[in-house]
């Protein structure tokens, strides 16, 4: 029996498989399951991930990695938690002069809701459920623009095949 991993195909006609990340990701998602299932993917693909409940953590461990001059390489913030939300999360830390590519997680599908995503400081945006390959690839990219030193806003990517079956 083969994974949906293995055989559900990218629109570039990439496996989710087949995509390797090198680097640090601080996933911010309250949500158990989605922070299990997340957190597998990414660390199957090679990412090391550190993992947070809420905003408030979120912004803790992404400054003092800031500090000890090891910037998390990508943020994945869920936009709606306890504590301290995705949108107030990212704009402390834009405001305290965080360059991490920062990619909205969130249940909200609408352009308004994007655009308010990237008004708070995200990089990007991807609504769930989402596709695993979708997830990886996203992450790829941003990770790679971040190694190039180009942190600015990049096209976004959220477009799904409504016949693929999404995971997260």
Known sequence: RESILETTPSPTGKTAT???????????????????????????????????????????????????????????????????????????LRGQGCETPIVALT???????SRRCLDAGCTDYLSKPFQPFLLLETASRHMAAAKEGDRGRLALTDEPDPDKKALV
């Open 18 to 92: 087949e995509i390797v990340l090198g680097g640090r990701i601080l996933l911010a998602e309250d949500g158990q399951d989605n922070q299990r299932l997340i957190s597998h993917l990414l660390r199957k693909a090679g990412a090391e991930v550190r993992e947070d409940e809420n905003g408030e953590l979120a912004v803790e461990a992404a400054l003092n990695a800031d500090e000890a001059g090891e910037p998390f390489d990508l943020i994945l913030m869920d936009m709606q938690m306890p504590v301290l939300d995705g949108y107030a999360a990212t704009r402390q």
């Open 107 to 113: 249940a909200h599908a609408m352009a308004d809701d």
